[in-house]
């Protein structure tokens, strides 16, 4: 069965959702991933807060060192609410990113990205839209502005709020020792 790493690299975000699963625990709590865990996944889901947060020029090499030093990583994703710019797609590094918008900004952001950066989602093969309930006719105007060969590179997830936050046998839950809360000024600035 394949193993698969939560990792938790930044409490930064743009958001403050009621029911963001971060509310459900204590960040320092969770445990600081290890050299044997990163050793025996073959998954790595990055998330956090908002790790497109953390700016391209940290976020790309650090991706790029934990796939040089950890061959066995054969896929790596990024949780996103869409605030991600091009810089920090690498579709050799970053094998697709989970996208849950919640404001009308990063919808429309998406959208652009979704039409403007082939190279990104034609050869990322796992690309994901979260949809939750209060979302899906935003979600369906959203899809249908799209053409239709853009849609066919992304899978459409409905989602529920949980409040409790169990990880599957299979997964782990782990943080960086130190989390990168820092801004891009770019980000910053908005």
């Not at 073959?42 to 947060?53: A, D, I, M, Y």
């Not at 130190?178 to 908005?190: A, G, R």
Request: hydrophobic share 35%.
């Amino acid at each position: 069965m394949e193993k698969i790493l939560h990792l938790f690299v930044t409490s930064r975000c743009n958001h403050s959702c009621a029911l963001c699963c971060n509310k459900l625990y204590n960040i320092d709590n969770i445990p600081v991933v290890t050299v044997e865990l990163l050793k025996s996944v073959q998954t790595v889901c990055l998330t956090g807060g908002e790790p497109f947060n953390i700016p391209h020029y940290i976020l790309i090499p650090m991706i790029k060192n934990m796939r040089t030093q950890f061959p066995n990583i054969e896929n790596l994703y990024v949780y996103t609410s869409g605030i991600f710019d091009e810089d920090h797609l690498n579709s050799e590094l970053i094998t697709g990113v989970t996208m849950s918008p919640k404001s009308r900004d990063e919808w429309k952001r998406l959208k652009y990205l979704i039409t403007t950066c082939d190279w990104f989602f034609n050869e990322c093969h796992s690309n994901r839209l979260y949809v939750f309930k209060e979302d899906v006719r935003i979600a369906e105007t959203f899809l249908d502005t799209l053409p239709k060969s853009r849609v066919q590179h992304i899978e459409i997830i409905h989602r529920t709020w949980d409040e409790t936050f169990n990880t599957p046998p299979n997964e782990y839950f782990a943080r960086l020792p130190i989390l990168f809360d820092i801004c891009s000024t770019k980000q910053q600035e908005s």
